[in-house]
DNA sequence: CGCGATTACTTGTTCCGACAACCAATACGA
DNA sequence: TCGTATTGGTTGTCGGAACAAGTAATCGCG
């Protein structure tokens, strides 16, 4: 049994350990923001943003946990949640009834646009303003390659408008 | 109630997009490869990896802690499961009565060694192999970046040789 | 048709993490 | 030296997520 492993040069470990730094804080500090001002979840903000941006303001269950990365158990309990809420709305497919649609209501409008404010100035803050315009794009190109591994069928990036935040989702209402 | 938030240009919304997929994705693929092949979390696996490259493989809870991002009740609970499992080994600290020290045991060290090899081609295959030497730095810059911002103190990426994956762990024993 | 396979969700169970309450030991001030 | 505040860890409880099983509707092929 050869070890044929190759192993972390210095300059690649050195990166690595500040990639997975980085992917272990930026869920928690985007959660903390939005949960103390807006009493939501970083993961249903982002639902209730792809349902904003989605035609109708409407998606299947399916393609919302596609789009979130979500399995569908877990998009079902965070639907009805959303749904007590007065967030969102559930009713049956019409062209395939064994489909669910889910719908962003007028209440989950303003929550969204409540909380972008917020949220757009901690991603700035924290991520953006930090980094040069270069690194902006530099930034773009080295997560693009990772997801061509993490996500081929770019499932969390197709984004349409997605985070075309504040403004744009104000005017697809 | 002016409206004076610095929206996201393109060119920001999509480099945010991206490394928002790319938070998301990523734990999730590490542990599912560690869980398949070392019935480790990603989590448990960097906790034994601190502690095998501290000395006398013994660290404080606390500091443990501390590196690994976890609270401390979070961390015990952990702990409890890798003792019961043979993994490390728990004992008072001598210098301070109210203090726990954690030590991983040769079973662990075995484990880390064993899980290592997989972990790392996982590593490379889903991102250091898909970058250029050029891009590798720039990750660096980029992480270290955002990382004064989410981690000033460097809890995470004091890394001693945290990361001198397989052979570097071997040495240390 | 009609039966198996597939797709779309929901529900139930189990495990893990966060928060809070708690216990133990030290430090410090009167 | 006594009492209080602080630090270090553990335990209990609750909510959240994954996995698996169950239901319902459509598809596909004979």
New binding site residues.
């Given amino acids: 049994m050869t070890d044929d492993t190759r192993w972390l040069s210095t300059e690649e470990s050195a990166a690595w350990v500040r990639l997975v730094a980085l992917a272990e804080l930026l869920p928690g500090a985007l959660d903390a923001q939005l949960l103390r001002d807006a009493q939501i979840?970083h993961?249903e903000y982002a639902a209730l943003m792809a349902l904003a941006a989605a035609p109708d303001r409407t998606m299947?269950?399916?393609a919302l946990a596609a789009r979130t990365n979500?399995?569908?158990?877990?998009l079902?309990?965070?639907?009805?949640?959303l749904e007590e809420r007065g967030l969102i709305r559930?009713f049956p497919?019409p062209e395939?009834?064994?489909?669910?649609?889910a719908t962003i209501t007028e209440a989950g409008m303003r929550l969204i646009d409540e909380a972008a404010p917020g949220h757009v100035d901690t991603v700035r803050r924290n991520v953006l303003d930090v980094l040069t315009p270069e690194q902006l794009h530099q930034l773009y190109d080295i997560a693009g390659a990772v997801l061509t591994r993490l996500d081929p069928d770019e499932r969390l990036t197709a984004t349409a408008c997605q985070f075309s935040e504040g403004p744009a989702i104000a005017r697809a209402g």
């Fill in positions: 979840t993961f299947r269950m399916t979500a399995t569908l158990p877990r079902s309990h965070v639907a009805r949640r559930r497919c395939d009834r064994r489909a669910t649609n």
